[in-house]
């Protein structure tokens, strides 16, 4: 009797302690939520409802018009060109500041003396202002008065007005981007290369991997595959991005050759305050960044059944 | 392999490595030492310095003088502290309780809850902008230090970080302190936050690199160099200039850059964590 009481007790100080609990984490939830809904999940409802109206900021009407302002994209060159430019830019980006962030990580880890430097070195374009350093980078590259010029023309090289010049514009703006990402992923591959156990290059000097390549190909390429993909995504995602060296140096020339996704949706949204076909480049902005997380979520969740 | 081969080819390996390495770092710094020595050289050596890049004589007063009266650069650094203070001090005041809710606290909505934080961790502040930016039009908010903020109040990504942060910290601790007769406010305050510094200072970082370089949102919301923080201002800057002196631009570019890098510089190890943070996960 007094133990069936004694539990009784216990179980219910047990369930004000749970109900407390949960009071609490309502409690402390809810600024979260709150914003949540508003800076998040209601903005995206409303961008999906603008994309299906002529909604121009400042009118006074407005009427539905179902999937136009899609079919209209589809059809528009402007977009069409934007965004197989961001695609160029991509290609180039993601596998130029992957591949030398992966070889400045593996010379930067071997080194003793200079390894902090070289680190220090490589990190300093991820925490500059991208403006600020955009602005240099135009004046370097400036065909009358900068410096790479004269250079280039001292070696009977000529000029390259690389900003100006629709066929190399975008190659100007990814090695821009693959100078400020390099040093980012080198530090994401450094924590991947901390983490082969030694013992595994030992076992494969045994097995007769003795020469850089043999051990590079046999053990930490392999041991990196989550670093690699993992650098691969972020970058992608990054390079998918671009829009701050765009607005700087080039505003989408010439002829169009440096329009990129996130400077033409700029534009269409708020220069000519077209919310509705701003809105249908929206959806399609958020298609590519989910469908991107999506891969990744599939390619982790795949390595780990074996 | 006999060991005096082994050793020169581990000579040659070295000096090809270095050799990159060396060239790779020149590669990294040469826009940095471009912009140092530009804003030091005198005008009317700008056009010939690519043959002798070292300046004759030193124009450094002139020049950082010039962009500091020409262009009000300290404000747009005050702006752009005043509104990464702004952000971060919302972001830990709603991310540090919500984290610990979604981390120690069980209530039936948890899991919906943290299914939109891992929603929101893949949406850009580019998705949300234009509903975001006509409804501050609407308010008449548009070109306050309020708009410039407004998006960043909420990060999912902070909440996440101190979610999975919180998640280590030892149950037996938080359970002696109720035993004690804290409320879960006091256990936030008291026990929680000062457990979670090292968290706190690597996302100060990466929110207050983030928010002085973005130049998206700002660009949008201020129309005025009243508010405009230092990318915003850089380009005003450039666009006002156009390219008569670069002398005085490539000073405004060292002085705008400099705080941030003066920081990683002294707190190297911090920044890189703060920054990389996106990759622990």
């Known amino acids: ?306 | 392999m006999s060991r005096a081969t082994l050793r020169t080819d581990r000579l040659i390996g070295s000096a090809v490595s270095h050799a990159f390495l060396l060239l790779g770092a020149a590669f990294i710094l040469l826009p940095f030492v471009w912009m140092l020595l530009t804003s030091i050289r005198p005008a009317s050596e700008v056009f010939t310095a690519g043959f002798n890049p070292i300046p004759s004589r030193l124009a450094a007063g002139i020049n950082y003088s010039e962009a500091l009266s020409k262009s009000p650069l300290l404000q747009y650094m005050l702006n752009g502290v005043l509104v990464c203070a702004g952000i971060l001090i919302i972001q830990l005041l709603v991310a540090i309780p919500g984290g610990y809710a979604l981390a120690k606290l069980s209530f039936r909505a948890q899991p919906v809850i943290f299914g939109l934080v891992l929603f929101g961790l893949t949406v850009p502040v580019q998705v949300t902008a234009l509903p975001i930016y006509i409804a501050l039009a609407k308010l008449n908010l548009l070109n306050t230090y309020f708009a410039i903020m407004l998006p960043f109040f909420l990060s999912v990504f902070g909440i996440f970080l101190f979610r999975q942060f919180f998640k280590s910290f030892p149950q037996e601790i938080i359970h002696a302190a109720r035993l004690d007769g804290f409320t879960e406010l006091e256990i936030i305050i008291r026990i929680i936050t000062p457990s979670a510094v090292p968290a706190i200072a690597a996302f100060a970082v990466f929110s207050i690199t983030s928010h002085w370089n973005d130049l998206y949102w700002p660009l949008i919301v201020t129309t005025s160099a009243d508010h405009a923080t230092p990318p915003l201002g850089m380009m005003i800057f450039r666009d006002q200039e156009t390219g008569s002196n670069y002398g005085a631009l490539m000073a405004g570019a060292a002085i705008i850059t400099a705080p941030l890098i003066l920081v990683f510089l002294f707190a190297q190890r911090q920044f890189v964590r703060g920054i990389t943070m996106t990759g622990v996960k």
């Open chain 1, 1 to 306: 009797m007094t133990v069936a009481l004694k539990i009784g007790r216990v179980s219910a100080s047990r369930n004000a302690q749970l109900r407390a609990e949960a009071a609490a984490g309502y409690a402390f939830v809810t600024p979260a939520l709150i914003l949540i809904m508003v800076l998040l999940i209601a903005p995206i409802v409303v961008v999906l409802l603008l994309s299906l109206t002529d909604y121009q900021l400042g009118a006074l009407e407005w009427s539905w018009v179902g999937l136009a302002n899609y079919s209209d994209m589809l059809g528009d060159r402007i977009f069409l060109r934007s965004l197989s430019n961001t695609f160029i830019y991509v290609a180039i980006v993601v596998p130029g500041s992957v591949v030398l962030g992966l070889v400045v990580a593996i010379l930067v880890q071997e080194r003793t003396k200079s390894k902090a430097i070289y680190q220090t070195i490589f990190f300093l374009p991820v925490t500059t202002t991208l403006i600020a350093m955009s602005v240099v980078w135009h004046f370097l590259l400036n065909p009358s008065l900068g410096p790479i010029t004269s250079l280039t023309r001292a070696l009977g090289l000529g000029e390259f007005d690389v900003f100006g010049d629709p066929d190399l514009v975008l190659v100007g703006l990814a090695v821009i981007g693959i100078w400020q990402l390099v040093g980012f992923n080198m530090i994401l591959f450094l924590a991947g290369l901390t983490a082969i156990p030694r013992d595994l290059y030992d076992a494969a000097d045994i097995d007769g991997a003795d020469g850089a390549w043999d051990r590079f190909a046999r053990v930490t390429w392999p041991m990196l595959g989550p670093t690699t993909l993992f650098v691969v995504v972020t970058t992608t995602i990054t390079a998918f991005r671009v829009f701050d060296t765009v607005a700087v140096i080039t505003r989408g020339n010439p002829q169009g050759r440096s329009d990129v996704l996130l400077y033409t949706l700029y534009k269409v949204g708020f220069q000519d305050f077209n919310m509705g076909p701003a809105s249908a480049m929206t959806i399609a902005f958020l298609v590519f960044v989910l469908v991107i997380a999506l891969a990744q979520a599939f390619f982790i969740d795949r390595r780990t059944h074996y």
